[in-house]
């Protein structure tokens, strides 16, 4: 049965957590296609680069990682002491780095934030 991350998550006993990602229909990411013996070892670099980047715009740090043909393992360490300093601001600014955001939170970025006020607790 499932459950939500916060019940699997627990910074306190470990910041490291083993993570698998998988085609599915028997797709595979790279490799070589055995029906058209057609190879898609580029998208390989293309895994890796954006796991590399993703790691960069969140506070994890890549441990280690495997890219293998239908399936991806990543090893990673969630640095909690360094998402804590983050302002507003600054997680709103890594936010947009992947997604385009709303109109309120671009605005937000753009306009000086007073550093009395902080909307996170």
């Known amino acids: 049965m499932p459950k939500p991350r916060k019940q699997q998550i627990f910074l306190s006993e470990t910041p490291y957590y083993h993570c ?5 229909g028997r797709a595979f990411w790279c490799g070589e296609d055995a029906t058209t013996q057609k190879s898609f070892e580029h998208r390989r670099e293309w895994v890796q680069e954006r796991l590399l ?4 715009v969140y506070t994890i740090d890549v441990c280690a990682f495997a890219v293998m043909s239908n ?8 640095d909690n002491q360094k998402s804590k300093k983050l ?6 600014q890594r936010w947009h780095k ?4 709303t ?3 671009r605005q937000f970025c753009e306009k000086p934030v007073s550093p009395l006020y902080s909307y996170r607790q």
């Open 20 to 24: 698998v990602s998988r085609c599915v």
């Open 87 to 92: 302002t507003d601001k600054q997680v709103l």
């Open 103 to 105: 109109l309120l939170t």
């Open 71 to 78: 399936h991806t393992h990543v090893v990673i360490k969630i």
């Open 98 to 101: 992947i997604h385009y955001g």
């Open 53 to 56: 980047f993703l790691s960069s």
